[in-house]
């Protein structure tokens, strides 16, 4: 089992940069987890947006976010990160922080069991 709650969100203009926090409890402390961001905008499909190996650290991006927002996580903290810069008013969703009990970072939902509550993003022009 792996409990998530997101903190972070908020409403920012185009062009700045907002931090979101994934606080995970439970067994991260397995060998094979990894942690998700996923973004669902109004009247759209989730999707993904940037995942991460707790125990390996290796990441892997949408390509809509590359270049523009990165993941990363804090061991001592349990803690998963998304930092976003240069946001655009398309990056308007809320987002989701999900865990998946496995090595390989999905970009699929379905593969991911457990879910955080999400976190408003709103991105003004």
């Known amino acids: 089992q792996v409990q998530l709650v997101e903190s972070g969100g908020g409403l920012v203009q185009a062009g700045d940069s907002l931090r979101l926090s994934c606080a995970a409890s439970?067994?991260?402390?397995?060998?094979?987890?990894?942690v998700g961001w996923f973004r669902q905008a109004p009247g759209k499909e989730r999707e993904f947006v940037a995942g991460?190996?707790?125990?390996?650290?290796?990441?892997y991006y949408a390509d809509s976010v590359k270049g523009r927002f990165t993941i990363s996580r804090d061991t001592a903290k349990n803690t998963v990160y998304l930092q976003m810069n240069s946001l655009k008013p398309e990056d308007t969703a809320v987002y989701y922080c999900?865990?998946?009990?496995?090595?390989?970072?999905?970009?699929?939902?379905?593969?991911?069991?457990?879910w955080g509550q999400g976190s408003q993003v709103t991105v003004s022009s």
């Open positions: 999900a865990a998946d009990l496995s090595a390989t970072v999905h970009t699929t939902d379905a593969f991911y069991a457990y």
């Open positions: 439970g067994r991260t402390d397995r060998r094979y987890t990894t």
């Open positions: 991460i190996s707790w125990s390996y650290g290796s990441t």
